[in-house]
């Protein structure tokens, strides 16, 4: 049986559906110990700004029932490091890189997306829109349909590279928020990011996190992310990459019937290292055992009635 | 993928009311492992708790790679009773190790509690040479002390009650031992892993009487391998990963 | 040591904050052979309606990682085969009996509070707000804000009972939803009804929920749902009553510490009948060996700096 | 309490490829099971998986409770590793169980794969009375049918496959059965328990041939005692719990 697993992300066509999750997978060179970098779809970086980042005081992790928290507060090199130390490693492999960006301004966001643009070996944009926004006063630009459009609008004019925009998932409407991303030109939506959490120690009497509160990933939030592929699918035209908490071929299936076109691994690479590679040698699996020629004929299958 | 390998486990049995001795059969591809480094261990199959557990080398012997672990939380508690023969997913060695001393210098080592886990094979690699500072709450929490004893040089054991050696701390026994006059004063360099507490005297003394000390830090963890962005302390040069740029920090580095 | 366990929820007096979620603890009766009812500060039985309702088709549901799925569909035996059948049973306990109850529409909610208010044994009313709301086009009560302080303030009105409003943790700014509730007059806040998710089962590539989706509660929630907590203690003055996940008795220390002055057992039921009370005895050796002496101490202790 | 209670695992042996017999130890306050009746087993310590999963009881012997499982997901991968001397947390029994056939009936009772083990003890009950319909893909995935032997009447096999008794389904070996001409007609009783498709067949010839019939259905749930409405099925009085109203309901009250 010849299978073909190849989807496309906007102008972008992946070799498979198989990507990792932004913060989950470093710059990519830290797994290139562990699997073939090659065989992934796409690998998505460690989010990036303009400026580096210093991040948020330890602790920044804590586990939780089949969970974990973070708040690593987006900590990284800044776009030119990025540039100059890691791009030239990764486009010795045969991969798609997409590169996630946030900004605390509009006017952050567009300069760090227009210095990105033109940088050979950068195949596409991801936009976080899950953190702060200090023009409007600390609200969030991923939960205010206004502001979502405006940054999105503005990025968009900014690039001409695939521009994917990640949802945060601590909406009301996820419907909505894609839809207002869609509008404002995404080409793509990354559903779902970390949804916002807390654990407090008994003992101390203080939230376990230095930041108190953390984005919970991992199985725990699954179902969740599920029904927000889901709906979003049914909101859109644009492709949906699915995302929280697979960690095995069948979860990734789960999001596929789900509406993605493709899905991304994250806190399962922490867990299993390889954990990228088993679930697109599982997701191959399936189709050879359910006669599933084409990966793009699963896609929304649970709409169905 | 020689660092990401499945375990089959050949002993896992107490040492002590909760400690317990681990010892992995480990395959050849394995790089050697050096004292310092640790190893991320799963410690379930489901998926509560979730991530891997980072534990000290304590010790490589032709058995394989052993780890000693305090039976504390989730973790700990289910890895106890795995048993002899099951497999575990392992990730490691990981992370940099204590650099050895030149040969003129003297090193002393600092052991609090569950720290002798991360330098016991330091002093037996520097078979005879080491001075052991070894502290723990009471004579019965010694762990590995007869261990010990065949690949030190001199162990001096503190206890918070006395119930053996000094009574006190091993900062004051080690701050006590530097004071002692000599001349000339020898060349020394300190190794210590324990409590943040513990490690940050021993920093202060260190620069007090202007030794290079090298410490063990811990933090939690989430991947092991510097791809997460979990485990960072901070140092001179901001945030650092305790996995990669780390466990093992010059003392000076760390902004306390 | 003499401990001082009892909280007030508005004019309500419970011997000691810990209470049974609706839903998860049947109307009592069920319970009563594996515990002594009179130990528990409340009971919250399952969600009433006016008329009887049917609920959902099977499977209603399905597990999920340190989780569960449910899609009940809100089946009940309606208010007065309650009152006629079962509160007879609890009144023969010395704890306080909260009824859980919902409408379709505002009429419909305010007619079941008119309905409930009136009945000797019934110490409080908990609205459900989580529900379609037929009259707004199915949209959900809990969700807009303008509509949720519209069917608070009807409830307000149409009763004397001490009223528990009990949120939805589906939505963009918990907070928000808090103050409206608390100024549309609720004495005190329930927070948090389940999360909205979904599993697909790849082999039938269908939802495994008939209902398609479902709340999901248990372990998995509970980071979201302190933190929700948490935030809700900052923006209101009422009493908030914290759920989600709670299994032992650190789960529920963790609560008091964000803010809540009560806590519901929920999901815990199923997997340990006697969940309330091992969580009511823990909470009592804690207090001993951390030398509280008034439980009211906790509430909110994660909030100092 | 004494339908809530901890119990010792005094064996859990493979019986086939993929079928183990759980023995549990079980105090002497809990009520006697009746065939028909289930459990609430709990599988694991952490919270994943987070419920209890219902089993039959299969037999009530000196040893204590036996329960037969398939080992099919997480749930029952993970109880089968469970060690005998360890102690699990146990509900039961619970729900409904087969009525007695009155003295002139000849009870037909219908097992399909591993609703052998809701039917086996009521076998056992009726001690020679009942004619046994037993169905299973292959000659291989016939459980427990030597000690059925010894039980029951007669043993009437079906195997999709032939390889062991008729070829075809139990519900065509029942039909065959009971269209036979003979007079005066027996009065039977049907009780079965198998999968969703064998029990609505089993309940159309019960209908056809107007005789009574006990079916034991199955939902998933997570209370097990009546409280969450979770494992309902739609019966003639609307949705109906597994748990209390059921596991065996007369077939006549079931809304397929
Ligand atoms: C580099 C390094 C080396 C270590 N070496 C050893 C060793 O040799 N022997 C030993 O007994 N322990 C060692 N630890 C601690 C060990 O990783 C576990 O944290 C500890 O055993 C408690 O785990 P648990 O699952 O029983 O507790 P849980 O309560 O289940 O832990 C919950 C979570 O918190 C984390 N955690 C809890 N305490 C700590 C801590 N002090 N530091 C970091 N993370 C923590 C756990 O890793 C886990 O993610 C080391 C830690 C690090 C970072
Ligand atoms: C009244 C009753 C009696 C039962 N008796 C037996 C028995 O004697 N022997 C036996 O092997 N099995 C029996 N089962 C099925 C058993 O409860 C488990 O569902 C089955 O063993 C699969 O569990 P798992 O944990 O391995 O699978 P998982 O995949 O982990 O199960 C996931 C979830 O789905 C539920 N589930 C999966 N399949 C079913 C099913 N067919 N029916 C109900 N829930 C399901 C599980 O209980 C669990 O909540 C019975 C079920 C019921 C309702
Ligand atoms: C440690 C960590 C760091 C993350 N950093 C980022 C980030 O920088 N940018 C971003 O958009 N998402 C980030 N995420 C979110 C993930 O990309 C992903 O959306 C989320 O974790 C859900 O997937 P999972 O359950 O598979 O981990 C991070 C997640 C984790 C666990
Ligand atoms: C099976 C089930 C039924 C429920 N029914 C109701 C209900 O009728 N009314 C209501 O307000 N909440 C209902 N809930 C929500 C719980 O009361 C509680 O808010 C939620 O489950 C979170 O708590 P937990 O994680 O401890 O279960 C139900 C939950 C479950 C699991
Ligand atoms: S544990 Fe992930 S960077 Fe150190
Ligand atoms: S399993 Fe809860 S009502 Fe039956």
Same sequence: chains 1, 3.
Avoid at chain 2, 161 to 175: F, N
Avoid at chain 2, 206 to 227: D, L, T, V
Wanted: with cysteine.
């Amino acid at each position: 049986m010849t299978m073909d697993l190849s989807v496309r992300i906007g102008s972008l066509e992946l070799k498979n559906p198989v990507m990792t999750a932004s913060g989950t997978f470093g710059y990519g060179e830290e797994y290139a110990e562990f699997l073939d970098l090659s065989r992934l779809g796409a690998v998505v970086v460690k989010g990036l700004s303009l400026l580096p980042k210093e991040g948020n005081p330890p602790p920044r992790i804590v586990e939780t029932a089949s969970g974990m928290l973070n708040a690593i507060g987006l900590q990284n090199i800044g776009i030119q490091r990025f540039i100059d130390e890691k791009i030239p490693f990764l486009r010795t492999y045969d991969t798609k890189v997409i590169v996630n960006f946030f900004g605390d301004s509009i006017d952050e966001y567009v300069a760090a997306a227009e210095r990105l643009s033109s940088v050979e070996g950068i195949h596409g944009l991801e936009m976080n829109i899950s953190c702060p926004n200090k023009q409007a006063g600390w609200c969030i630009f991923g939960t205010d349909p206004r502001v979502t459009a405006q940054v999105v609008s503005a990025v968009r004019k900014a690039t001409p590279l695939p521009l994917i925009v990640k949802l945060s998932p601590n909406v009301t409407d996820i419907s909505l928020m894609a839809k207002v991303a869609e509008e404002a030109g995404a080409d793509a939506l990354s559903v779902i990011n970390t949804l916002t959490g807390m654990v407090i120690d008994i003992k101390t009497r203080k939230p376990k996190l230095a930041n108190r509160t953390g984005g919970l990933s991992g199985p725990a939030i699954k179902p969740v992310a599920v029904r927000m592929v889901y709906e979003v699918f049914k909101a859109v035209k644009v492709p949906v990459i699915g995302m929280g908490g697979i960690m095995h071929p069948d979860d990734a299936i789960e999001f596929l019937l789900a509406g993605a076109t493709a899905v991304a691994v994250g806190t399962a690479n922490f867990v299993n290292p390889r954990a990228t590679i088993d679930i697109l040698d599982g997701i191959m699996a399936y189709m050879k055992d359910e006669k599933v020629e084409d990966i793009n004929l699963l896609r929304g299958a649970a709409h169905a009635i | 993928m020689s660092r990401y390998f499945k375990a089959e486990i050949r002993e896992n049995r107490p040492v002590h009311t909760v400690h317990n001795l681990l010892t992995l059969n480990v395959p050849l591809s394995m790089p050697e492992p050096r004292p310092g480094q640790f190893f991320m261990v799963e410690v379930n199959k489901g998926t509560d708790p979730l991530l891997k557990r980072a534990f000290s080398l304590f010790r490589k012997t032709a058995q394989g790679v052993q780890i000693l672990y305090r039976i504390r939380g989730k973790g700990t508690e289910i890895l106890k009773d795995m048993k002899e023969g099951s497999e575990i997913e392992v990730l490691g060695p990981l992370g940099t190790c204590y650099p050895l001393p030149s040969g003129d210098t003297i090193p002393l080592i600092i052991a609090g509690g569950i720290g002798i886990a991360s330098v016991f094979s330091l002093v037996e690699q520097l078979s005879g040479r080491a001075t052991v500072f070894y502290g723990a709450r009471t004579k019965n929490d010694l762990l590995m002390h007869k261990e010990l004893k065949g690949f030190a040089k001199e162990i001096l054991v503190s206890t918070d009650d006395g119930s053996a050696g000094q009574k006190g701390t091993i900062a004051d026994s080690l701050s006590a031992f530097l004071s002692r006059p000599q001349s000339p004063t020898p060349k020394y360099r300190i190794y210590a892993c324990g409590p943040h507490p513990l490690l940050k005297i021993v920093s202060e003394i260190a620069r007090e009487f202007k030794i290079s000390a090298n410490i063990s830090m811990e933090e939690h963890m989430a991947c092991g391998i510097g791809a997460c962005l979990g485990c960072v302390v901070r140092t001179r040069d901001g945030y650092t990963r305790v996995c990669k740029e780390g466990p093992v920090f010059e003392a000076r580095e760390i902004v306390w």
